[in-house]
């Protein structure tokens, strides 16, 4: 692979196993097929993060250390570079496919994850693409050369936030018992207070697990859309069967005159309207499309979202079912309570499925954070923070889950209020806030946008089809400015070096001019 200018041969950045001494620029990686479960960590950006090889030492392929390996007693440079090129020590392509492929699942990182909630799990796949992101910008820049790519979100945001909600029930119904006792074990008398009081205002009318009212003003106060996943459950429960017990609880049927209404205010006011499916339909595909059959009655339109209820997933099998049943994308990776918290296979990007026929045109959305993994965190802000800014860093997509009854505050005291503090917060950092369906449709036409440039004396072509929208990310070597040539587009400077390139789709022309002076 390389980027290179237009019509010399072998003389720009050359990536790959073998590429040191190939072109002006190299970036070279060390393959290796071997893995571990923990070999030790990768020091960079100030950062540690698990590294699941032992690389090789770098030190003789430049004397610049980015990066170093640290294992016990050892610590030498296993990213290093030099005036013509870049050595990595890992096998970052073998690495991003293992991990996308559930490694995580199977390593301790997980499970120190479920014993020390103060573990977060890393987007290390989206890790390992910043390092060969900024190894390629690096290169371009020695070799004087422009880089362009697709911009991750609309109009140059630098990360996106996905805002939903599932909707398991509408009534508190066993919770009456287990709550209070759960405060009483707890020895946590605030608690029994808070649900004494619950008691009282539900004598009074008061149904405490339904918030939806408050959600939607305060959504609508703040600008912001959510997707709201419903549920209908099915599964068998039994007095007898503790382990169904939790099903007596969930909501069993959506046609509720109270209920159609919800759903259908919900989506006239713009939210989205998605499939909660129940416990067992991610091994049942014909109650998978049941489901989804229901709600688009309901709603008198496709649904296009999915998130299986308790994150139950068999994978692949539940993601070739959801894509057969025409579904547009899931967002049930992620970790359950019980399992830890973060990014489950190592990425806050949306991303395709494999199964055995291949790649799925489903797309995932990773879950990154839910509400009821904070409820027990003395320190939930600091998590709901560290979250926000690992997401920034990489670019990448925040997935918020927060279930209507944490906005009770008598139930959760503080959870519903994070909710809203982390919207405060993503506004402010100029996030793009929206639901599942926007966030998938949008990536879809990323994904379409095909587009080429070439780069000569000083004048950037860039070519294709800029019909589905998007913008482009141009960085320019150091010591240049860039300015627009054809009048087809819009060219504006996000940070030094850097500049968003946004094609006029009004414009049939697939060809935009920039020169760097």
Known sequence: MSVQPTGRPDSGVCIGYEAEGRGLFSVAVVQNTALEEHAGEIAIH????????VPADTREAGDTCIAEFRSDDRKYPCISGSKSGIAIGFDLFRLTGSL?????????????????????????????????FRAILTG???IGMPLVRKSHWPSGKEFAVCLTHDVDEFTKTYQWVTRPMRFLRKRNFYGIKNQMKSLSRRFRGHEPYWTFEEMMRNEKKLGVRS????????GKKSLFRPESWHLYGRCHSLQKPRVIGLIQKLSEDGHEIGVHGSTFSHNNPTLLNQEKKEI??????????????????????????QSEAGFLYDTSLGYKAADGRGFRWGTCLPFHPHAATGMLPLLEIPLSLMDITLQDEENGWNVCSSAIEQVRNMGGLLTLLWHPAV?????????????WRIIQRCKEDDAWLTTGQEIASWWQAREATAFDWRYTEDELSVTGDFSGGGSFDVYVPE???????????????????????????????????VRLR
């Open 46 to 53: 100030n950062q540690t993060y698990p590294l699941f090889q």
């Open 100 to 132: 996308l492929s559930g490694y995580l699942d199977k390593t301790e990182v997980r499970h120190k994850s479920a014993q020390n909630q103060s573990v977060f799990s890393p987007p290390l796949v989206d890790l390992y693409e910043d390092i060969l």
């Open 140 to 142: 371009c820049g020695e």
């Open 227 to 234: 997707t709201y996943f419903f549920l209908k459950e099915s």
């Open 296 to 321: 688009e009655e309901l709603l008198g339109q496709n649904v296009t979202g999915i998130r299986q209820h308790r994150l139950n997933l068999t994978i692949p099998d539940t993601w070739e079912y």
């Open 407 to 419: 906005f009770n505050d008598l139930e959760y005291p503080g959870l519903g209020d994070w909710y």
């Open 479 to 513: 010591h240049k400015t860039a300015e627009l040539i054809s009048e087809n587009a819009t060219l504006a400077e996000v940070k030094k070096d850097h500049y968003l390139l946004c094609p006029d789709g009004d414009d049939v022309s697939n060809e935009i001019l």
